[in-house]
């Protein structure tokens, strides 16, 4: 397991274990935190994922991809550290990864 660190809207943080291989969303939605709707189930089509990745990892994350860009455009606080946790694919090199759930709309 990988151990990731976010932070809910409210502002409280957890660490969360996640299996390699399994998508960020998955992960955060299967250990129990609604905050993140993931209202698509991960098809990348409605942007309800949204997180943003602390910035000493977005390096190790890497830039959106084109489908979730556009998407991405779309939220209300996008920026740099933006990304849709059902495009980020959890592996041992993202151990330690910290997360924070973005604002709703």
Not at 35 to 55: M, Q
Not at 76 to 92: G, K, M, N, W, Y
Request: net charge negative; proline share 3%; with cysteine.
């Amino acid at each position: 397991m990988t151990q990731i660190s976010l932070t809910l809207r409210d502002g409280s943080t957890h660490d969360v274990q996640i299996q390699p291989g399994v998508s960020l969303m998955h992960g955060i939605r299967e250990a129990g935190f609604d905050d993140l709707l993931a209202l698509c189930g991960g098809s990348c089509s409605c942007a309800t994922c949204h997180v943003h990745i602390t910035n000493g990892w977005i390096d190790k994350v890497g830039p959106p991809g084109v489908d979730e860009n556009d998407l991405l455009d779309g939220a209300s606080d996008r920026d740099a550290t933006s990304r849709l946790s059902c495009q980020v694919t959890i592996s041992d090199s993202l151990a330690g990864l910290t997360a924070t759930i973005a604002a709703e709309g």
